[in-house]
T-cell receptor, first 113, second 113 residues
Framework: DAGVTQSPTHLIKTRGQQVTLRCSPK?????VSWYQQALGQGPQFIFQ???????QRGNFPDRFSGHQFPNYSSELNVNALLLGDSALYLC????????????FGPGTRLTVT | GENVEQHPSTLSVQEGDSAVIKCTYS??????FPWYKQELGKRPQLIID?????GEKKDQRIAVTLNKTAKHFSLHITETQPEDSAVYFC????????????FGRGTQLTVWP
């Protein structure tokens, strides 16, 4: 039974560029949440997707957008990258938007230069 | 929104000793409190969780206690082992917006052999 997977593992981008990160949820899960974890900090909630719609959103600008596909996988897009966007981006999946337990993927390490 | 404070930020113990990490939260509507363990370069892993209708939960060497009146919860690890060394995060989930975790800043636990 595959857990949550994310790609790519690492990514280096230049300020102003755009990036797309991908996530496949754990088998049987249909809800995906994205978190940003800056170095030395706890993860911060970006947004959650369920039934291909954004269900709730944290305090992140519109430069951060996402998508969920019919197979429940998800993408996180960040436009006009800033140096401060450098972080570990974690995807977490759950069995429904009201499920308590969330399981995290290994993350994508994004470095913006 | 919810604010989760976690202490201490670093904790060093001798193998076999106990370790305690404490968290406080601000929103009385929060009703789910998970703890995650994150080893260097790896994903956060759910190690134990507690819901607001329970005051204490134990799983082998790990236990969590919750005091809803005081709005604090704690992680207790007994008989610590070097493999317990990692960063531990507490989190809280507001009942009306399940699936959105608010994390503490983490505790770096080091267990010396």
């Amino acid at each position: 039974d595959a857990g949550v997977t994310q790609s790519p593992t690492h990514l280096i981008k230049t300020r102003g560029q755009q990036v797309t990160l991908r996530c496949s949820p754990k088998s049987g899960h249909d809800t995906v949440s994205w978190y940003q974890q800056a170095l030395g900090q706890g993860p911060q909630f970006i947004f959650q997707y369920y039934e291909e719609e954004e269900r709730q959103r944290g305090n992140f600008p519109d430069r951060f957008s996402g998508h969920q596909f019919p197979n429940y996988s998800s993408e996180l897009n960040v436009n006009a990258l800033l140096l401060g966007d450098s972080a570990l981006y974690l995807c977490a999946s759950a069995a429904g938007p009201s499920s308590y337990e969330q399981y995290f993927g290994p993350g994508t390490r994004l470095t913006v230069t | 929104g919810e604010n989760v404070e976690q202490h201490p930020s670093t904790l060093s113990v001798q193998e076999g000793d106990s370790a305690v990490i404490k968290c406080t939260y601000s929103d009385s509507a929060s009703n789910y409190f998970p703890w995650y363990k994150q080893e260097l370069g790896k994903r956060p892993q759910l190690i134990i969780d507690i819901r607001s209708n329970v005051g204490e939960k134990k799983d082998q060497r790990i236990a969590v206690t919750l005091n809803k009146t005081a709005k604090h919860f704690s992680l207790h690890i007994t008989e610590t082992q070097p493999e317990d060394s990692a960063v531990y995060f507490c989190a809280a989930d507001r009942g009306s917006t399940l699936g959105r975790l608010y994390f503490g800043r983490g505790t770096q636990l080091t267990v010396w052999p």
